[in-house]
Every structure is written in C-alpha cells, then in structure tokens.
C-alpha cells in the first residue's frame, strides 16, 4: 500500500488523496509539518484565517515496533505565538494513520462568513476506502468527553479520534486538540500553541481514524529492526522503572529538592506542602483508590509513564502529570490533589492547555480579582467557560493576554507562551531552551531536566545551577528532539546512542543509509527552517526571559537567571 496525503479544503469541502511526492519521502512528524508550513503557508498570516493550515503528520518510525514512536504531531501557525508551531500528543491516532497509508493528513481553508455551512460543524470521518465530511452541528460547545463518547456511539469504539472541545470552539490562544488514547478516552493533549483554535476557526469539531485492517509492515531487514527495538525496548523498561512506578509527578519532588518548582507565580522555588502533591502522594492515592499507573501513552510505549487518578469514590476522574500538578498546585499555593484533578478533568474536557492556564491564573491571581489559593473561584472560572464568561475566556487566552488585561507586570512568558514548570534561575539549561526555542517556552524543545547531557560526551555542560555550556546543551537537546520527532518518537527515549540506533532502524525499515551524522543534519534543517518561517513571520531568532528572572534572587536558593543576552541573542548564528 503506497503512503499518501489527504487534503481537506472546509471552503469548498473538496478533499483530495494523493501520493507522497518524492520531496516528501523522508519527511514524517515534525519535520513534515515544518517543510508544509514553509512552503505552503504565507509567515505573515493571520493564524485564524483562510491561509493557515493544520497539519496532522505520523513520523517516520510510527506503526513499527521501535519503542515510543508512535506520537502524532500536529502543527500550523500558532495563534499563541505568531509563529510556527509543532506539538504532538500520545494515543492510538498515530498508528492508524500508519495503518491506513495516511502520512500527513492538512486541513486548509475555512468556512466563509456568508457560506451556508458558516454557522455548521463538521467531523471529519476516514477509513481505507472512504473520507467524507459529516456535518455534526449537535456537538457545538460540547465537551471532549461527551463529544468522542457520542463519535464512539456514532462510528464504532475502535476509532481513534482528535477533537475540540468549547476552547477551541471559541478559537481561544490556550486550546488544545485532544486524541483518544488507548482506552478510546480523549485525555492525550497537543496542547501548546494553541492548535485547538486553528481547527475551530476551520468548522471542525473532530477527526475520526476507522481502525484498518492491519497493514504489514515492508520491512528491508526486519530481523535487524527487531533486534535493535527489541533490545532497546527491554533496556528502556529496566531503565526507566521509576518513570513507569511515579510517573511524570516524581519531577515534583525532584524540582522542589532542587528549589526551582515554580511555587507562587515564579515568586519561590519551593512549595511548603509539597508533601500533599508530591509524586509519593499521588502514587498512594492511585494505590488506595484502585487507580492505575505504569499506563503506556501509545501503543509502543515503553516507559508507561502515565495514569489515571480516580476520586474517592473510585471513580476515574483524569491522567494526571508533573506540568499541570506544578501549575496548577504549587504555582496557585494550591495543595489538593483531588481540587487538582477536577482542574485538570475540565482543561481537558474544555480544551485547555493545563501549562498556559495555570499560569494565566497566577497572573490573574497577581491582581486584585483572584487570591492565591481560591481554588473554588478557580473552578468557577474554568466552568464559566462551557457558558462563555468574559473572564473565562480571557483566561483560556493565555497568560499573556491576562497580563495585557489586567496591568500585570509580572508575566511569565516568552513569545507569549507560557513557561512549564522549571524555574529558570536553577535550572538553567531549561532558561536557554525556553530563550532560543522557535516554539517560546517549551520545556519539549530541549528538555535539559537534571542529569540530561549533551552529545559531546568530553563537553563540560556545566552543573545544573550554573550557566556554563547551557546554550551548547539545549542546541544539541533541539537536535535530537526535532530529529525524534521526526520518527514519532517521545523524547524520554534520549539515549548517547539514540542517533546510531535510528540509523540502524531507518536502513532495516526503509533501507536509507543516513548516518548518525545525517540525523544531526536533519534536526538542525528543521530548526533552522522554523526559525527561517518565525523570522520572515517578523518574529525575532530568540528572546531574553521576563526581566524579573534577571532581577529577582530566588528566596530559597538565590539564584537568578545569567545566560548572558548576547549568548542567546546568537545562539543560532551558527545555522546560518
């Protein structure tokens, strides 16, 4: 079965089916979603308008037995940010796009104001012999939960789905797109950049994968695939227990020890009840409410690092990670998991991105309107949303827009995205990611946690705390994530070998002899033509943090963030 792009146009509701042209062969994820937007998006367009696209791309090792490359990457022109955006989710999305021959599926176009189907809202339903748009006006403003239960009803509960809920609706900057995961429960987010927006400003509420029939994998040396993954896959599960017992939480504990767990709106680095959200905590209410961890994220996963929290009762209520229990806990002195748990249940229902809405409400929380603590206000505004409340939407804006509104000085931002929860002041290779980052501030990009190195294994990266080798170490780390990315594969797969096993597999599955060498190439293409769309978008190549990362000491440590300017300000000079 040949690979193919799908093109659905929601101005005329065409859709087309072509091959994947020869410029495209080795191009999947992130790297596909980049070299469509260069080519096909004008840099300067408005992010909700007719010449945006959103792009759903498999990377290149997704569908195979490779550990963890079964991640979706989803991108276009960030409502957020003003620049190019790629965020990618776990789920079953993925892999039956392998499994239907669909390399990258672009959604262009939007309805007109005076068109007909203006006011309706379609799904998009795909299967290996048929792709129509179902007009499915019944699903306005519902929430992810309800809306894919009713697309399970309606098509089958093996679907794999990606859907809006009310957020995205109202094409807010902090929307999210949500897929199903394995359990057919829409709770894996592309959440950063607002993505959720560009497909309601596109009319569609949802997109629907019919399961395939199995497709067999051509394999040019399958017994030296299998051998690579296999092994691989066993030393990940050895390597990786802590992550598959804690999951992502045990970086609450982590974060805290080390004083740059954002705690106040970035004010502390340490939380006084930290025990009441630490990942102990929360792997002793999974143990004793019946709840479930070690879950695997996609169907080759092998860290299984995710969960499901259930309420008292014993109720699943939500999965529950280290970004939204620092944002939405420590940073709002919020210490209830339960409290949390419900925020995190209504992001996720609404279409919120649990990074930037946690942080839009400690800046709101920085004026006289909300107090640190209220989680009850809290809720209330996060449920306004379903009725669309001012103040609600203001805040699914993001923490930019909140500051902008409020007269709020103090904003965590960096090209208007909202940082994730790693104080910059200590951890500083983070900072340099969040600086030089074509995405603003994403912890993803180039995920310098404690211990992480570089791929110079003679390089003196410095210690976590100091500035010295930060700019070094967050290039390489954008490296190999675009590169991973590429693949469909999760960054915790980062491994001093992780170049020579990809070459190894690429060559046994698609018989290309690219060279550890190549692969670097390859992320260093795509963070150069990410920079290249930012800049003719008027962007600049990078930024400094918030100035209060510079001035202020932080209580518990006093460190303050020192990556001299002109180091970030040319850091990709080198690209160049």
């Known amino acids: 079965m040949m690979d193919y792009i799908l093109r659905i146009n929601m101005n005329s509701l065409e859709i087309k089916k072509d091959p994947v042209p020869a410029d495209l ?19 300067k367009c408005h992010p909700l308008g007719q010449n945006n696209k959103l792009i759903f791309a498999a990377g290149l090792l997704a569908g195979t037995g490779f550990p963890n490359s079964c991640r979706i990457s989803v991108g276009g022109k960030s409502p957020l940010t003003g620049g190019i955006k790629e ?4 789920g079953r999305f993925a892999y039956e796009m392998v499994h239907l021959a669909l390399r990258g599926l672009i959604v262009e176009g939007k309805p007109t104001m005076d068109a007909k189907n203006n006011e309706e809202l379609y799904t998009a339903v795909i299967e290996s012999d048929n792709v129509e748009l ?30 809006i809920g ?18 057919g429960v829409p709770d894996r987010h592309a959440g950063r950049g607002g ?15 019919k399961p395939a029939k199995r497709r067999e994998m051509k394999f040019r040396d399958e017994a030296s695939f299998k051998d690579v993954s296999q092994s691989f896959g066993k030393k990940l599960i050895e390597t990786k227990r802590v992550f598959s017992k804690f999951g992502t939480p045990v970086m609450i504990d982590v974060c805290n020890e080390h004083g740059g767990l954002p705690t106040q709106n970035f004010r502390r680095g340490r939380f006084n009840k930290v025990d009441k959200i630490s990942g102990n905590k929360l792997h002793e209410l999974l143990v004793e ?17 995710s969960n499901r929290f259930n309420d008292a009762s014993g109720k699943p209520v939500t999965k529950i990670e280290y970004e939204t229990i620092a944002m939405m806990g420590s940073n709002l002195l919020i210490d209830d998991y339960d409290v949390i748990a419900r925020m995190n249940y209504l992001c996720n229902d609404l279409g919120l991105d649990t990074i930037e809405t946690g942080n839009a409400l400690a800046v709101l929380m920085e004026s006289s309107l909300l107090d640190f603590g209220d989680h009850e206000k809290v809720l209330q505004i996060l449920t306004g949303l379903y009725k669309g409340d001012i103040l609600s939407r203001i805040v699914g804006s993001g923490a930019a827009v909140v500051g902008k509104i409020f007269g709020v000085d103090r904003v965590p931002v960096v ?8 104080d910059p002041r200590v951890f500083k290779g983070m900072a340099a990611t969040f600086a030089v980052s074509p995405m603003g501030a994403d912890h993803t990009a180039g995920p310098a946690i404690p211990g992480r190195a570089g791929l110079d294994p003679n390089k003196d990266y410095g210690s976590l705390t100091d500035n010295v080798g930060k700019i070094d170490l967050t290039k390489d780390l954008h490296y190999v994530v675009a590169m991973l990315e590429a693949m469909g594969c999760c960054y915790f797969i980062y491994h001093n070998q992780i170049m020579e096993k990809v070459s190894t597999c690429l060559e046994a599955l698609h018989g290309w002899k690219l060279s550890p060498d190549d692969l670097l190439q390859m992320g260093k293409d795509i963070i150069k033509r990410e920079i290249e769309f930012n800049e003719n978008a008027g962007l600049s190549r990078t930024d400094d943090l918030p100035e209060f990362f510079r001035s202020e000491l932080l209580p518990e440590t006093e460190d303050v963030y020192d990556i001299p300017e002109n180091a970030v300000k040319t850091a990709w000079d080198d690209l160049f």
Do not use: H
């Open 415 to 422: 090209k208007g995205q909202a940082l994730p929860a790693y």
């Open 289 to 305: 409410r019946n709840g479930k961890f070690g879950l695997p994220c996609s169907p080759s996963c092998c860290v299984k690092c």
């Open 25 to 43: 062969e080795r191009f999947g994820g992130r790297s596909f979603i980049g070299k469509i937007l260069s080519e096909e998006v004008p840099p």
């Open 87 to 90: 965020s990618n989710s776990g």
């Open 134 to 163: 179902v007009e499915t006006s019944e699903l306005k403003n519902k929430g992810n939960y309800e809306t894919v239960s009713w697309l399970r009803r309606k098509f089958g509960s093996r679907i794999a789905t990606a859907s």
């Open 195 to 209: 993505l959720g927006a560009i497909m309601g400003s596109k009319s569609l509420k949802a997109m629907v994968l």
């Open 166 to 183: 009310p957020a995205g609706e109202l094409k807010l900057s902090g929307a999210t797109i949500a897929f199903s995961d394995l359990f």
